[in-house]
């Protein structure tokens, strides 16, 4: 038989400074420490359901302000264009202000009074946020947001021959001031069935178009993604959230090449999508000119 051990005050305490108390390769605790307490986790609570959504109103063109993201740039010329022309007032945002003179003399004289100018950097949150805040004092609301920011061609070489701020250049242009300037001016029209968020994005993230594009299309991918994340983070946005998918070039009426799209029928296009509010989540790819003319109809 064993004989029945008694411990001393003392004697647990000695045990507990070598570590004695924690079994076999337990670790050691300081007399008068505490020990490390457990984490625990806790799941994020979901945002709650709104209780009252915005009916589904009719409005008329004049009353809708349509802010154009990338509208300086080369689509976004033909999507002012096309929106303004339909009788939308249109806002603009860019940090170049000489841009933006050369878009009011593009546009037709008849509609330069509805166009909305606003010298900002929306490359920044901070710039974003004072750019809505600028656009809203300007034009009073916003209804619709058209996103076409970023470049439509890079060839700068292969990787190897590339340096990581080329390759940052290259993800602001076409990723990070989409995710930027979205969380800025999507709160703006998510809860309202009669707003619209659309985004023009193009067919490079799909593959590398030829040798050399490959940042291109890194960039190009990550806007897909992006835009992938969003139907599916908020499936249930009253906003119409959509995508028009461009697998083609874009130039204007002097530089057409066979199988481009002419940038003021594509604005159209996009000018109707927003027009007619009548989808939603979708991706809409327009791959030839025949495309184009359909998506009109």
Same mark, same amino acid.
Not at 59 to 79: D, F, I, P, Y
Not at 123 to 135: H, L
Not at 211 to 216: D, K
Not at 277 to 284: A, M
């Given at each position: 038989?064993?004989?029945? *051990?008694?411990?001393?005050?003392?004697?647990?305490?000695?045990?507990?400074? #070598?570590?004695? %108390?924690?079994?076999? %390769?337990?670790?050691?605790?300081?007399?008068?420490?505490?020990?490390?307490? +457990? $984490?625990?986790?806790?799941? *994020?609570?979901? !945002?709650?359901?709104?209780?009252?959504?915005?009916?589904?109103?009719?409005?008329?063109?004049?009353?809708?302000?349509?802010?154009?993201? @990338?509208? @300086?740039?080369?689509?976004?010329? %033909?999507?002012?264009?096309?929106? $303004?022309? +339909?009788?939308? *007032?249109?806002?603009?945002?860019?940090?170049?202000?000489?841009?933006?003179?050369?878009?009011?003399?593009?546009?037709?004289?008849?509609?330069?009074?509805?166009?909305?100018?606003? #010298?900002?950097?929306?490359?920044?949150?901070?710039?974003?946020?004072?750019?809505?805040?600028?656009?809203?004092?300007?034009?009073?609301?916003?209804?619709? &947001?058209?996103?076409?920011?970023?470049?439509? =061609? =890079?060839?700068?070489? !292969?990787?190897?021959?590339?340096?990581?701020?080329?390759?940052? =250049?290259?993800?602001?242009?076409?990723?990070?001031?989409?995710?930027?300037? =979205?969380?800025?001016?999507?709160?703006?029209?998510?809860?309202? !069935?009669?707003?619209?968020?659309?985004?023009?994005?193009?067919?490079?993230?799909?593959?590398?178009?030829?040798?050399?594009?490959?940042?291109?299309?890194?960039?190009?991918?990550?806007?897909?993604?992006?835009?992938?994340?969003?139907?599916?983070?908020?499936?249930?946005?009253?906003?119409?959230?959509?995508?028009?998918?461009?697998?083609? %070039? #874009?130039?204007?009426?002097? *530089?057409?090449?066979?199988?481009?799209?002419?940038?003021?029928?594509?604005?159209?296009? &996009?000018?109707?999508? #927003?027009?007619?509010?009548?989808?939603?989540?979708?991706?809409?790819?327009?791959?030839?000119?025949?495309? $184009?003319?359909?998506?009109?109809?």
């Amino acid at each position: 038989m064993f004989a029945k *051990r008694t411990f001393s005050a003392e004697s647990v305490r000695r045990r507990a400074r #070598v570590g004695g %108390g924690a079994g076999r %390769g337990g670790a050691r605790v300081a007399e008068g420490a505490c020990p490390r307490p +457990r $984490l625990k986790l806790r799941a *994020r609570a979901a !945002p709650a359901p709104l209780t009252h959504l915005p009916e589904l109103v009719h409005m008329a063109n004049s009353e809708r302000v349509v802010l154009a993201l @990338g509208g @300086g740039g080369l689509v976004g010329r %033909g999507v002012v264009k096309a929106l $303004l022309d +339909r009788g939308f *007032r249109v806002a603009v945002i860019s940090r170049d202000a000489s841009r933006l003179e050369q878009l009011k003399a593009f546009v037709s004289p008849s509609t330069r009074d509805n166009l909305i100018t606003v #010298v900002g950097d929306i490359g920044s949150e901070e710039g974003a946020e004072e750019a809505k805040k600028a656009v809203l004092k300007a034009a009073g609301k916003v209804t619709d &947001v058209v996103s076409s920011l970023g470049f439509s =061609w =890079w060839q700068g070489g !292969p990787p190897h021959t590339q340096n990581l701020k080329e390759l940052l =250049w290259v993800l602001e242009a076409l990723l990070l001031s989409t995710f930027v300037s =979205w969380k800025a001016f999507f709160p703006l029209v998510r809860d309202d !069935p009669n707003c619209t968020y659309t985004f023009i994005t193009g067919g490079a993230g799909d593959k590398v178009l030829m040798p050399g594009t490959g940042f291109l299309t890194v960039g190009a991918a990550g806007a897909l993604a992006f835009c992938q994340v969003l139907r599916e983070e908020y499936p249930e946005a009253p906003c119409k959230l959509n995508q028009l998918k461009v697998n083609t %070039g #874009v130039a204007p009426p002097e *530089r057409m090449a066979p199988g481009y799209l002419n940038h003021l029928e594509l604005g159209e296009a &996009v000018a109707a999508l #927003v027009e007619r509010k009548t989808d939603s989540h979708k991706v809409f790819c327009i791959d030839t000119p025949a495309d $184009l003319k359909t998506f009109l109809q």
